[in-house]
């Protein structure tokens, strides 16, 4: 195999399924719920897992199984499941792992519904949680407990755009043993490779920049192919699979990540630079502008620096709102990594239920702004920005 690796572009799009009999040149879509036995020994062997091969699509599909071959591939990881939803693959990973009285050390900072799972969900099966604030990554040892068996966190983190030092987790995994299981939604597979960094597993929501268009939600979990087995057998067995047709979707959008990440990298950076140099802005965030408090970091374990910018406008909360009220062509949404450009306030919408000290603790201060930098013409990006600041 190794031998025929190509670069990660070549992998993107010529990773794909045998052609039928139609010699199609573009890998068709498979709408089938199950697929036929050649007799009955076909049929136990099949079930008996002898013989690799589709049975029903709630444990593979031709096109799931093409786009999580082609993640596989990008991420550097031995196999994955795909999902219908990026929730469905970090609750189905944590939940296929792990037992009542197992303990999971994650960052503060992750995505909002993470964190509701930890907070709410995993309590009731007795599956305890704590918390290192991603700027004191020193701290993240005196969380771990004999019972400690994940360690979990985003980079960069959602919404702070906070960068935490990928091969320092991976040392602390290896040294006590933990699954270390990183959520790479923000960076995609082409911008950063967990795996290389010693994470085992690499979770992904393939609803923001790998589908890149806004069109379906979906799911993957890529790594060790022990942990992925399991995690398979619960998700066989549970059915949070992804549909063929998502999947058909994802892995086309797969064949332009490169091309598309690149352009929303370049329009971000730009968009950085002009909100640095504004004068209602208090700071701006971003991981390659050398202000970056881990810039060193973010180069040392990213292409690029991603499509999301995060800022501080001067004035608080109201100076937030009055910002968004503004825009004109971005879109208020709550989705991110689309072509179209998507501006959130946090405080006073995601985050709002959070106490402002629980605000502080994950870096979001009252003014902090979300700029998903989508592929518009980045002029007009920055000029829409422009007219609401003034
Ligand atoms: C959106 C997101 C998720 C959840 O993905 P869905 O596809 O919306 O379920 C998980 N992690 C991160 C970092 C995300 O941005």
Same mark, same amino acid.
């Given at each position: 195999m190794s031998e025929d690796k190509k670069k990660f572009e070549t992998e993107?799009?010529?990773?794909?399924?045998?052609?039928?009999?139609?010699?199609?040149?573009?890998?068709?879509?498979?709408?089938t719920s199950s697929f036929v036995f050649e007799d009955a020994e076909d049929m136990r062997a099949s079930f008996t897992e002898e013989k690799a091969r589709n049975i029903y699509s709630r444990f593979s599909n031709p096109n799931t199984s093409e786009f999580v071959e082609k993640i596989c591939k990008m991420e550097g990881a031995e196999n994955g499941y795909a999902f219908a939803t990026g929730m469905a693959a970090v609750f189905s990973t944590f939940a296929a792992l792990l037992n009542s009285g197992d303990h999971i050390v994650s960052a503060r900072s992750v995505f909002g519904s993470t964190h509701t799972l930890f907070t709410t969900y995993f309590p009731k099966w007795n599956i305890s949680t704590s918390y290192f604030n991603i700027n004191e990554p020193e701290t993240i040892e005196s969380f771990i407990t004999p019972k400690t068996k994940i360690l979990y966190?985003?980079?960069?983190?959602?919404?702070?755009?906070?960068?935490?030092?990928?091969e320092y987790l991976g040392a602390i995994a290896k040294k006590y043993n933990l699954i270390l299981i990183i959520d790479n939604c923000f960076a995609t597979p082409y911008l950063q490779q967990p795996i290389?960094?010693?994470?085992?597993l690499v979770i992904h929501s393939a609803t923001?920049?790998? +589908?890149?268009?806004?069109? !379906?939600?979906?799911?993957v979990t890529v790594g060790r192919a022990d942990l992925i087995r399991d995690i398979y057998l619960f998700s066989r067995n549970t059915g949070p699979a992804l549909s063929p047709f998502n999947a058909w979707v994802l892995s086309k959008s797969l064949e332009t990540l490169s091309v598309r990440v690149d352009k929303h990298c370049e329009n971000a950076l730009? !968009?950085?630079?002009?909100?640095?140099?504004?004068?209602?802005?208090?700071? !701006?965030?971003y991981p390659f502008l050398k202000s970056h408090p881990q810039y060193n970091v973010a180069k040392k374990q990213m292409k690029l620096g991603g499509n999301i910018v995060a800022f501080e406008i001067n004035g608080g909360l109201e100076a937030g709102r009055k910002f968004?009220?503004?825009?004109?062509?971005?879109?208020?949404?709550?989705?991110?990594? +689309?072509?179209?450009?998507i501006v959130t306030h946090p405080a006073s919408t995601t985050h709002s239920k959070l106490s402002e000290r629980d605000r502080l603790e994950v870096s979001i201060t009252d003014g902090l702004v979300r700029v998903s930098v989508g592929l518009e013409h980045v002029d007009d990006i920055?000029? +829409?920005?422009?007219?609401?600041?003034?």
């Open positions: 993107a799009i010529r990773t794909q399924l045998e052609r039928s009999n139609f010699l199609e040149h573009s890998t068709p879509l498979y709408l966190a985003e980079s960069p983190t959602n919404p702070a755009i906070d960068i935490i030092d990928l290389k960094f010693g994470a085992h923001k920049l790998i +589908d890149g268009q806004g069109r !379906v939600l979906g799911g730009k !968009v950085a630079e002009f909100l640095e140099g504004h004068s209602k802005i208090n700071w !701006v965030k968004l009220n503004a825009i004109k062509m971005c879109s208020l949404s709550a989705n991110l990594g +689309d072509t179209r450009s920055i000029n +829409d920005l422009k007219q609401a600041l003034n």
